[in-house]
């Protein structure tokens, strides 16, 4: 065999070797028949992370990953958890690793939500069951230390956006959110009892639902307060069956005459704790609340969310009278 020979069947093989590399780094593969998830430690090494996803189905051949890594050798591989639910080929995995597109549930707790509110959306993401949640947040213990009368960790979990992994906990969960707490809690730089603070704050948050009338109510329960007048909060009344589990969706008789110290109707003061997780506008409402007399409020029957405050019994009653006159002429 001549010398040009021996080259030109070098060259060959070596043009077939690169061809069979680049079609395994650029071919869609899929070893595995559901979504499957893929834990990269911190500190993986990069033939150790090529093992991985070829035990897990996500890459025909280790070698290949490796090979990838050569090419760009430069690039960062994040660690995480990630989730693989189609075929991708070799480059592609890379690229989300480099990307660190790492899988998280996401768990939205908008402001007013309780912590049973936050045990379903929770339960319907499928992380963990309701009754684990509240297994968890209904032990104050993580938020002793900011508040010791607190019966449960109502009121500290703060409303935000929550990235959650397949490895959270309920109790690492209410850590996160008690945590989030802490940081706005903070940030108002005040020396105001936390308590009363956010017990006021969790009442403001289930009646104000205009951001203008927020201080104008957190002023009404705390004249009530001073003078020593029932709150006569509804959403009181409604946190009072949730807890006997006997809530229904709407308010009973027998929901009014619940003697649960969490029912204004019945018992005068703020009730154990608070009743709802306030976002940063109603606990600023509750430490600063309007100035003023008023002493009442109904809502008003437009829909707009607003309502109508008044001094005296008597105004009271008349509005009252009003939005029960505007309920009755709906269709």
């Given at each position: 065999?001549?010398?040009?020979?021996?080259?030109?069947?070098?060259?060959?093989?070596?043009?077939?070797a690169?061809?069979?590399?680049?079609?395994?780094?650029?071919?869609p593969?899929?070893?595995?028949?559901?979504?499957?998830?893929?834990?990269?430690p911190?500190?993986?090494?990069?033939?150790?992370?090529?093992?991985?996803?070829?035990?897990?189905?996500?890459?025909?051949?280790?070698?290949?990953?490796?090979?990838?890594?050569?090419?760009?050798y430069n690039?960062?591989?994040?660690?995480?958890?990630?989730?693989?639910?189609?075929p991708?080929?070799?480059?592609?995995?890379?690229?989300?690793?480099v990307?660190?597109?790492?899988?998280?549930?996401?768990?939205?707790?908008?402001?007013?939500k309780?912590?049973f509110?936050i045990?379903?959306?929770?339960?319907?993401?499928?992380?963990?069951?309701?009754?684990?949640?509240l297994?968890?947040?209904?032990?104050?213990?993580?938020?002793?230390?900011?508040?010791?009368?607190?019966?449960?960790?109502?009121?500290?979990?703060?409303?935000?956006?929550?990235?959650?992994?397949?490895?959270t906990?309920?109790?690492?969960?209410?850590?996160?959110?008690?945590?989030?707490?802490r940081?706005v809690?903070s940030?108002?730089?005040?020396?105001?009892?936390?308590h009363?603070?956010?017990?006021?704050a969790?009442?403001?948050?289930?009646?104000?639902?205009?951001?203008?009338?927020r201080?104008v109510?957190a002023?009404?329960?705390?004249?009530?307060?001073?003078?020593?007048?029932?709150?006569?909060?509804d959403?009181?009344?409604?946190?009072?069956?949730?807890l006997?589990?006997?809530?229904?969706?709407?308010?009973?008789?027998?929901?009014?005459?619940?003697?649960?110290?969490?029912?204004?109707?019945?018992h005068?003061?703020?009730?154990?704790?608070?009743?709802?997780?306030?976002?940063?506008?109603?606990?600023?409402?509750a430490?600063?609340?309007?100035?003023?007399?008023?002493?009442?409020?109904?809502?008003?029957?437009?829909?707009?969310?607003?309502?109508n405050?008044?001094?005296?019994?008597a105004?009271?009653d008349?509005n009252?009278?009003?939005?029960?006159?505007?309920?009755?002429r709906?269709?």
């Open positions: 065999m001549t010398i040009f020979r021996r080259l030109a069947l070098v060259l060959l093989l070596g043009l077939g690169a061809g069979y590399i680049a079609i395994n780094l650029n071919t593969y899929s070893g595995f028949s559901r979504d499957t998830f893929v834990d990269i911190k500190g993986t090494g990069t033939r150790q992370m090529a093992a991985l996803l070829e035990s897990s189905g996500v890459i025909r051949h280790s070698w290949s990953f490796v090979v990838a890594r050569a090419f760009r690039a960062t591989l994040q660690a995480g958890e990630y989730r693989f639910a189609q991708a080929s070799v480059l592609e995995v890379f690229d989300r690793i990307r660190g597109d790492i899988f998280y549930y996401e768990l939205v707790v908008p402001e007013g309780n912590m509110d045990a379903a959306s929770v339960e319907g993401l499928k992380v963990f069951s309701a009754a684990q949640f297994q968890a947040a209904r032990n104050p213990a993580p938020i002793r230390d900011l508040d010791p009368q607190a019966p449960t960790q109502e009121g500290y979990l703060f409303p935000n956006t929550y990235r959650l992994s397949r490895a906990t309920p109790a690492g969960l209410c850590l996160m959110m008690t945590g989030k707490f940081e809690w940030g108002l730089q005040s020396d105001a009892p936390v009363r603070t956010i017990t006021l969790s009442l403001v948050e289930k009646e104000g639902k205009l951001p203008a009338e201080p109510i002023s009404v329960f705390a004249r009530r307060l001073s003078i020593g007048m029932k709150l006569d909060c959403p009181t009344t409604i946190y009072a069956a949730l006997g589990a006997s809530y229904t969706g709407a308010i009973h008789k027998s929901d009014l005459a619940n003697d649960s110290p969490y029912n204004t109707y019945q005068a003061g703020l009730p154990p704790g608070p009743i709802a997780n306030p976002g940063l506008a109603s606990i600023q409402a430490l600063h609340p309007a100035g003023g007399d008023y002493l009442y409020f109904v809502a008003r029957a437009d829909g707009s969310g607003g309502h405050f008044s001094s005296t019994l105004a009271q008349a009252v009278a009003k939005y029960r006159r505007a309920v009755a709906r269709p």
